[in-house]
């Protein structure tokens, strides 16, 4: 069983222990791009700690249709799991790796579900993000209610509009930390540039808040053009705009 696994170490077939986001900045490594240590907590922690203690409210929460029946039910989810206590062999895993970024290292607690995004629903942004994290006590608490966000209202009552089964939500949430300071300051939406191709340009769109502020346009983000500077090499990039 894998209960953490370095960002330096995930490769492209880890997607269903790992998740989207923490798959990536795997593969962004592997390409040599630059990309701040950190750690992700796979599923299969999750299902250590979570096991069946949820089994019996999953016909609860599926047939939850009014805004208070949703409401209670989730309420019960999310409590169950910030009362489950973690591991002593999860909790040393991952006191370990926070130590071996430094001495009490902020860092952003974020989920990497492996349904994230279906050709037919986004669950982008219904999971909580915990930025400026500091010490391991702090942390082994921001991924337990990290994972308990799966249960909000408003996931909850999404996965029922969209007839997507709580179980196969639940067994696969992959949950990295990472000391990426910015991530308090500035997230990043990036999209292929139009009329190139991926590998040769990308639109970036940087902006003051999380990327929850991004999508709902509470913020105004910079934009940011980026082209290879060589047709044959990753590293080297350009950018313009403002």
């Not at 390409?31 to 599923?43: H, Q, R, S």
């Not at 169950?80 to 040393?92: F, G, I, M, S």
Request: aromatic share 4%.
């Amino acid at each position: 069983m894998m209960l953490l696994v370095n960002f330096s170490d995930i490769d492209s077939t880890m997607i269903d222990a790992v998740g989207g986001k923490a798959l990536n900045l795997g593969v962004m490594i592997s390409g040599g791009l630059p990309v701040p240590g950190g750690f992700c907590v796979t599923t299969d922690a999750y299902r250590l700690v979570v096991a069946d203690r949820l089994d019996d409210l999953m016909g609860k929460l599926a047939d939850a249709t009014d805004a208070d029946g949703v409401a209670a039910a989730a309420d019960e989810a999310r409590q169950r799991v910030l009362a489950t206590e973690l591991p002593d062999q999860l909790r040393t895993a991952i006191t370990d790796h926070y130590q071996a970024l430094g001495d009490d290292k902020p860092v952003a607690v974020r989920s990497s579900a492996t349904a994230e995004d279906l050709a037919y629903a986004s669950f982008a942004g219904q999971q909580d993000t915990y930025l400026n994290v500091i010490g391991s006590a702090a942390l082994l608490d921001a991924v337990r209610r990290c994972w308990a966000s799966l249960w909000t209202d408003r996931a909850v009552s999404y996965r029922n509009a969209n007839g997507i089964d709580h179980r196969r939500v639940s067994a696969r949430g992959g949950r990295p930390a990472d000391d990426r300071l910015s991530c308090s300051r500035r997230d990043v939406h990036g999209e292929p540039h139009h009329g190139q191709s991926q590998r040769n340009g990308h639109r970036c769109k940087p902006g003051p808040r999380r990327s929850r502020g991004l999508r709902s346009g509470e913020s105004r983000p910079f934009r940011r053009e980026l082209r290879s500077t060589t047709a044959s090499s990753r590293a080297g990039w350009a950018t313009s705009g403002s």
